[in-house]
């Protein structure tokens, strides 16, 4: 099993940056590649961004590319996602996920944080 909490969500004006945080617990952090997924109200919940088991490579949401970026610290079993210059349609609650091998697909994903929620205002 892998436990999984995020953090660093919040209220924040249109423009403005949050960086959200996923500390794992459990089996072997570096075993497992990582995404982010948000999902908003009345919606589908929907890829973000991955991170490759090593981080060496990352992939993104069109809708998001160029300004959040994902990292993680393998030394600190934690995932990062830095989101810039966020838009009101990035309200959303985020939730981290791990699997063995990185995908975009939300149901692929064996382990999930409880989510953290994110609002921009206007």
């Known amino acids: 099993q892998v436990q999984l909490v995020e953090s660093g969500g919040g209220l924040v004006q249109a423009g403005g940056s949050l960086r959200l945080s996923c500390a794992a617990s459990?089996?072997?952090?570096?075993?497992?590649?990582m995404g982010w997924f948000r999902q908003a109200p009345g919606k589908e919940r929907e890829f973000v961004a991955f991170?490759?088991?090593?981080?060496?490579?990352?992939y993104y949401a069109d809708s998001v590319k160029g300004r959040f970026t994902i990292s993680r610290e393998n030394a600190k079993n934690t995932v990062y996602l830095q989101m810039n210059s966020l838009k009101p349609e990035d309200t959303a609650v985020y939730y981290c996920?791990?699997?063995?091998?990185?995908?975009?697909?939300?149901?692929?994903?064996?382990?999930w944080g409880q989510g953290t929620q994110v609002t921009v205002s206007s």
């Open positions: 459990g089996r072997t952090f570096s075993n497992y590649a």
């Open positions: 991170i490759s088991r090593s981080g060496g490579s990352t």
């Open positions: 996920a791990a699997r063995y091998r990185a995908t975009i697909i939300p149901d692929e994903y064996e382990y």
